[in-house]
Each structure stands twice: as structure tokens, then as C-alpha cells.
């Protein structure tokens, strides 16, 4: 019983992480069609601003809570900073080509901010472990949990939903899924496509950025951080359907129940979990869990 | 002359430079271009699956079967010939591809390349979880002799080399021949539209599920030919990014001519080599920003300055 | 495509040419003692082995190499350079996988043309590396990386490792347990899910179970490299309640496994022993519990003896970069000092430079001074060194991290002798009389 208790809060934490990483990856296929290799270079890039600003925000002697918005403000800094410099500078280049191109575009974008991020902070890790111990613990039976885990989890179900709302109930969002159903008749329909695309990039490098930056708490900020985190990222979206939020959602809650049970009862194949998880959902449903409501062009 | 003559004649005679180049070469150049054609003939298997309309990022997976297959059966069945080594490789990636082919000649677009993907990094966990064949250590491999003849003295520098040489162009022109026959002709309709080829009476999923088996085969012979040039074996062979380089490969090298992805793969190799030594600390910079000035500069790949300047692009 | 093959035939031969071009002119080479010795050095440079490995690395190497060609060594090794001639030192990323180790390998003795190559960290680049290095004849040590398969499963003539293999390591972390823990019987592990974790894991569980049969395993964690989040590792091992949670952690992964145990309080009825917990000390000193069994991999660190060469050594390393040294940073001492000793052995007061073979003749089976103490090359026929290593206990005093319970193990206690392969040693390890 202590064991199921114990899968369920490990793999909804793990969950979480996922879906903060995973929500802008899905985001940027849904509407641009570029899987996002440099998405784990973000994720990087906020987790060091992270580490900068909050470690300036204690050495300054102002108040440890406030740590919690300047992790927030590092994201949101990051997004604005370097998203449009990307979709400006190098994307909207590159619109229309064939997907592969796009990804590898992405993939030479990695490759640059991994040693541009070496050459701004180096190779030492950076360390911002007061957030993370600064709310205290929680029990829960034998075990015993850090508050900062259910702030993240929090944060992952706000930013779940208000993408939510922001795609469902707004005019943006609206045009948002226009300009998915349809590229060009957007565009003919006056709908400045170009606009959107830097919208949602940015906002997809924000929420890349903020999972780097709640992470940044938990860890060693260390170059390469972001590698490992690509390819978890694509498999959570690839299971719950590219281009899908609440796909997304699913995707990273699977993934991290059937990782931390692997864990807990068979450690052996944690390695795995997730690839097998992948392509069992692909096995039975070929385009992941949830198809993206629009249809695609063919 | 026939545009098949053509190639056929213009492979041979690039095959008998290169060898007879080999003198010439500096040593650590032999290893270079072994090393980059036994990646080529990846890309070669990927330039056949791109034309099918389908991109693998699981290509690593076939690449480390060749490699392992050759590896444990020089080191565990004492098989000593290099050859023998090699086609032994290819056939155990076609007959991996055989059976994963069944699920996979489904897919299509992104789909395909996550599925390929999850099935390579599936491989990868097993090596790494197999102690017996030294986990991400891996373990080293030495063939004694090469189409018979003793691999020591001058041909330890030379026969990798040769070995690399004469694969990739039987390769190359065995796949021209292939995509010039009916079935190799299919492939680029299925591209285009399955529906008719469908209406044709050919079976979409078979084009799909054969050219899977030889992209396999040729990613296996590459598999082979990489670890007995660089004499050891490891799981990262079959890891992602393995992958995602071969992809890299392909496209930047283009997809118009079946000795673009060679060539490719022996400039890439040749960058890197390069941006290691005069950029130590910056040479993923250096890779990262030319191959976007590449993608962005000639949108054909690098073979296109060939076939551009003619004006006589497919 | 009509005339592709022709311009294809056109480009190789030009590659040829360009490849052909840059070649060295052996001829005109003037004799070796007249020009500097030219050395390579690999160590990560990027990545996650960069920060705690790589760097420090070559660091160490910077400012030993520099001190030496100034001529300001402490005795034995005050001679400029090697034997009065200067080390120019050449750098190569260790980072990108073997084939691209092996292929930068080759470059660096065929195209740079280096007289020896000191380098590796990772076990499967020393794997790889072993065999070619015998191929191009060339003197090659290995630094720091830990498989005891380089000199086990082979021999090499040109081919050396300067550091104690990890079977040490994970021997002595079992005998300090076995000794200063008598009442542990319940342990757990988390290592990386590659050959250097699940080595150490099978090495410490084994000797472990040699030295205390009926010990209880609660749970083995073998997470990915680099995975970073451990939350429900440290739930798996908090529900087992062991005594002791074994480690080989390193770098960031190190740092992140404590950042999210010590605050859960899974290290409070748990001893971590962290085979590699040294490079995690100097960042995280206030962050570790007192009573965290730390390994240094040989008396390196604060584990170094106190003798002349060490406080020189030290003294140059933190005048210049601040931070102490670490261990790899030993590591490359040894390495750097071990082909010094050799040489000059070699060259037995001659000006002349002594030949390759002179030199490998002169470091096998060798003992030298370094600033961790005496390493003798005893093993793998006079290829392996052995040295002693250290076992201690944290205990922060006022902010700042001191060991307590410090224990040493000479060389021949924790090390197989000659021709028994550390597998089957460790199986056999029976605990100290005392």
C-alpha cells in the first residue's frame, strides 16, 4: 500500500517536470511543425539564468521567498530574450522547408548554444539550493517529500491550464488554432501568421526556460543538462500525440508512473521504461494518444 | 552512354583514384575516410528510405547490430576475415529490419522516425545492460585476416581503408542498379502518392518494408566496416544522437546522387576533425554554425553545387 | 545528373591532393633534444565530465607543465621540462565517443605529431584508445580512467595507467563500512546505469558480501547517466530502510543525489558512501551530513599525504585557479610526473634525448614520487600502478567540511596481486586482523 502511495506521488512529481518541458516542445510542433531539438538548450539556458539571478537576489540580502519569482522572472527573461532572437534571427528563414530540415536547423541551434552557454558560464556547475529546502517537508507514511515538489507539480497543472484557456478562450488563441487548421488561408484571411509564429515561440521558449528553472533548485546547474532532457521531452509528446497540450499532459503522467513503478518494483528497467511506453502507444495508436484536432494536410 | 553506364563508370573510376591514392595519403587521412564511408553507407541506406519518403532517426540501431554482430562473431566465433565480418553484419541489421519492419513499414513522417527512434534507444538499453558484452564500455575488435590475406605490418593502416572503399562502392553501385529496376522505381511513387500505387497492384507496405531491409543491410555493413577500422565496439553506436547525425549526413551531403552521402560524410568528417584541433573548446560551435550556413546556403545539399551549376537539376 | 561521376572522380582527387598536402617533412626533423617534447592531453572539455574531471584535469597539467619548464619542481623532480628539454602540451576534447577519441588519437600522433599522450577519463575511450596506441607505437598514459579490463583482459607494451584501477575503490569503501559500521547488515545502492556504476556496484555488494555473508541488498537503483532527477530513487531506497547506500556518482549527478536526499532526511538513518563523494566536496560542503563515508580514489584531496611535493603542488594549483585540487587533478600529477621519472631515468645524464623505447623500458615496473606519496607500477606486468587509498567520514566544523575517522589502506590490501583478475579477487577479500 505504502509502495502504491509511494509510485503514485514519486511518478506525479516526475510527471510534472515532463509536462513543463514537454508543453512548449508540443506547442512549437503544433503550430510551426519544428520539432524543437534546441528545446533542451532552453531548458539549459533558463536553468543557469535561474541560478544568476537568484544567487544575485540572496548575496543582495533580499528576502529568500522572493526566489520563487525571480526563478520566474529568469524564465520569462530567457523567453523573451531569446525566443524572438531565434524565430527572427534564424527560423522564419526556414519556414517551409521539409520537417527533417527543420529539425536538423534545430539540431545545429542545439550544438551552438550548448558551447555558447560554456562560454558565458563555463564548465564549473552553479548551485541555487535555497528555494528548494526553504518550504520545508511534508510526510507521507514512511517517506518524506520537499514542499518545493508540490509547487512544481502546481505549476505544471497552472501552466497546463492556462494554456488551455489562453488557446480556448482568447482571440489570440483563436487565431492560434486558425493558423493551425491553415496556413495560407489564415494569412489570405488577414490573420498576420508571421506575428503568431513569434507568439508562439516565445511562449514556448518561456515554458522551456521555466522548466529549467524549477529544476535548477534540485540539481547542479551543469552544461549538458538539456541533452539528456530532448529526447525524454520527445517521447512524451510523441505519446500523447505532437502538437497536442492535453496529449502532452497524458503523455508525461504515463511516463512517470510507469518510470517510477519500474523504479519501485523492478529497477532494472528503468533504463527503457519510456522507450517501451513509446512504442507500445505507437504500436496502438499510430499518431499517439491524442491526434491533434486539426487534419492534417495531406 | 546510359545515364546507368554513366554512374556505373564514373564509381569505378572514383573507387580507382581513391585506391590508387592511398599511398599518397597521410595515415590518420586512411583512418579518416574509413571511418566517414563506413557512415556514408548509413546515410546511403537513409538517401534510399528518403526517397521513400520516410526519415529513420533510429538508423543507430541497425549501425550497432552490424557492428555487434561482427564484433562478438570475430571475438566469440573466431570468424577471422574482415569480409566475411562485414556481410555478416549487414545480414543480421536486414534480419533485425526483417522483424521490426512488420510494425514499422506502417508508419509515416514524424511517426516513422519517433517509432525508429524508440526501437533504437530500446537497443541501447539492452548493450547497456549487458555486462557480458561490456556495457557502455563495449569491447575491442580485431579481425586476422582480410579477403584472406593477414592483417598485420602494412595492411593493419591500409586494409581498413580499402576494406572501407570497396564496400561503399559495391554499395553504391549495387543501390544505383536497384533503384533503376521496377521495384527500386516504386520507391519515389510512394513518396509521391501511395493511393496510386495501390491502384497499380503494388503492394505499398512491401516497397516499404523492402527498402526498410536494405537500409538496414547497408547501416549494418556500415556498422561492421566502423568498428573494425576503429577496433572497438560500444552502445553508443545505437544511441539517438548516433542517429540523428546520420540524418545530419544525408541531408546536408543531398539525396541527387548516390555518391553524395560518401562525400558528405568524408567533408563532415574532415570539419570536425578540423574545428577538434584549432577550436577545442568551441567545435560543436563550429559544426553547429556550418551546417546551418550549409541548409540555408544550398537548399539541395552539398551535392547540388554539382548538379546546380549544370542547370540540370532532378 | 549526366556528368556527376566525373566531377565526383574530380573531387576525390582533389581531396587527395588537399589531404596529401599538409604532410610533415620527417627528413628535415632536427634531434629530439633540440626541439620540445610534444604532449597530449585529453581530458573533457565540454559536458558533464568537463566541470568536476576535464578541467581540473587540465588544469593541473597547465600549471605542473608550466612550473617544470621554469625549472621549479621540488627535488626529484626540479630538472627543466623533461630532462631540460620544454613540454609543449597539446589539448584535445575527450568528449564525442570513442570512435572520435580514436580518430583524434590517431591525429594527434600522426598529424601533430606528439612524443607521448597522457590523457582519458572515460573507461571505454581507455578501451578503445589501448589497442591503436600499441598500433602506432606510442608512449600513452592513461590517467584516471577505472576499469580494471585495460591491463586484465590484455597487454600492451606502449600502454600505461598511472592510477589505481576502481576495484580499489569499491574494496576499501567495503572494508572502512565492515570496520566502522559493524552493525550495518542492510545495504542499498544508486550507481549510473553504465559500466562504471554497475561495476562498482557489483564490485562494492560483492566484497561486502565477502567480508559480512548474510548482508541484506534492499535495492539496487541504477538510474541513467545524467538523469538528474532522483525523487523516486531516494523514495526506493527510504522504503528499504537500509544501513548504508552505496555511490559512484560523480559530478552533477553527484551534487543533484545529495540536494535531494539530505532534505527528504534519507541520509539521516542511512551512511552514504560516495566512492567519488571528493570533487562533490569542494562545491557542496555545507550540503553533506556528517557521517558520509567519502572516497577519494587514492589519497588525493585532503587525503593527500603531507610531504614537500604536495604542498608545492597544491600551493601552484590554488594560486592560480583558487579552488584545491580534486582528485583527477592528482590523477594528472601522477601521470605528468610518472613520464618525468621515466624519462630522465631513461636519459641517465646524457644530453641527448632517450629513445621511445628507452623511456617505456624505464617506466615499467617503475616507483615514483608524486604528491599523493610513492606509486609503484606493479600490475599488468609493470603497466598498472597500485597506490593505497583513504576512507573518511564528513563532519562540517563551522562551515567548513573536515574528515574524521580517517583510515588508510596500503596498496597491496585493496589491490588483486599480479595475474588474478579483480573480480575474482574481490569475491575472496577476508577483513583486516586487527
Known sequence: ?298 | MSDARRTALGLLAAFAVAVAAAPLLPRWALFLVAVALGRGLVALGLLLLIRTGLVSFGQGLFFAVGAYAAGTAGSRLHVGDAVALVLLGAVAAAAVAGVLGLLLARYRTIFFAMLSLAFSMIAYGLLVESPALGSTDGFNVHPATVAGVPFAGRAEAYAPYLLALAVAAAAALALDRFQRTHLGRLAPAVRENELRVEYMGASVRNVVHLNLVIAAALAGAGGAVTALAVGHIDPEMAYWTTSGEFVFVTIVAGTSSVAAPFAGAILLELLRSYAVQHAPNTWQLVMGATMLGIILALPGGLWSIFTRRRGARP | MTRTPRSLAVSIVALSLSLAAPRPAAAQAPPAEARPFRLGVVTFLSGAAAGPFGVPARNAAEVLVEALNAGKGPAPYAARGLGGRPIELVFIDEAGGTTKQVSEFRDLVQRQGVDAVVGYISSGDCLAVAPVAEELKRLTIFFDCGTPRIFEDASYRYVFRTSGHSTMDNAAAALYVTELLPNARKIAGINQNYAWGQDSWSDFSAAMTALRPGVEVTTSQMPKLLAGQYGAEISAIMAGRPDVVHSSFWGGDLDAFVLQAVPRGALRRTTAVLTCGETATHKLAGQIPDGTIIGARGPHGEYAPDNALNRWFRASYQDRFVLTPNYPAYHMAQAILGLKAAYEKAQAGRAAAPSQDEVLASLTGLTFATPSGDIRMALGKGHQAVEGTVYGMAKTVGGKLTFVNVRRYPAERVNPPEGVKSADWIRTLTASPR
Not at chain 1, 505549476?155 to 497546463?160: F, M, N, S
Open chain 1, 1 to 298: 500500500m505504502s509502495t502504491l502511495a509511494a509510485v503514485l506521488a514519486d511518478g506525479m512529481i516526475y510527471a510534472a517536470w515532463l509536462f513543463l518541458i514537454a508543453a512548449g516542445l508540443t506547442m512549437i510542433y503544433g503550430v510551426m511543425r519544428i520539432l524543437n531539438m534546441a528545446h533542451g538548450s532552453l531548458y539549459t539556458l533558463g536553468a543557469y539564468t535561474a541560478a544568476s539571478l537568484v544567487g544575485a537576489w540572496l548575496r543582495g540580502g533580499h528576502p529568500p521567498l522572493g526566489s520563487f519569482l525571480v526563478l520566474g522572472a529568469a524564465a520569462l527573461l530567457v523567453g523573451l530574450v531569446v525566443g524572438p532572437i531565434v524565430e527572427r534571427g534564424l527560423l522564419r528563414f526556414t519556414y517551409g522547408r521539409d520537417e527533417v530540415v527543420l529539425v536538423l536547423v534545430t539540431y545545429a541551434l542545439f550544438l551552438i548554444l550548448e558551447d555558447l552557454v560554456k562560454l558565458v558560464w563555463g564548465v564549473e556547475s552553479y548551485y541555487v539550493t535555497e528555494p528548494y529546502g526553504l518550504l520545508g517537508t511534508v510526510d507521507l507514511g514512511p517517506l518524506t517529500y520537499p514542499i518545493y515538489s508540490g509547487l512544481v507539480v502546481l505549476a505544471a497543472i497552472a501552466v497546463g491550464l492556462a494554456l488551455r484557456w489562453g488557446i480556448e478562450r482568447t482571440r489570440a488563441g483563436k487565431l492560434l488554432v486558425a493558423v493551425i487548421h491553415d496556413r495560407e488561408v489564415s494569412a489570405a484571411l488577414g490573420i498576420d501568421v508571421s506575428r503568431v509564429f513569434l507568439v508562439t515561440f516565445t511562449v514556448g521558449t518561456t515554458l522551456a526556460a521555466l522548466g529549467g528553472a524549477l529544476t535548477a533548485p534540485t540539481v547542479a546547474v551543469v552544461p549538458g543538462m538539456g541533452v539528456e532532457v530532448i529526447v525524454l521531452a520527445f517521447a512524451v509528446v510523441v505519446i500523447g500525440g505532437l502538437g497536442s497540450v492535453p496529449g502532452a499532459a497524458l503523455g508525461a503522467v504515463l511516463v512517470g508512473l510507469v518510470r517510477s513503478a519500474a523504479v519501485h518494483l523492478l529497477p532494472q528497467l528503468e533504463l527503457f521504461s519510456i522507450y517501451l511506453v513509446m512504442a507500445l502507444v505507437l504500436a496502438v495508436r499510430p499518431r499517439g494518444l491524442f491526434v491533434a484536432a486539426e487534419a492534417r494536410k495531406i
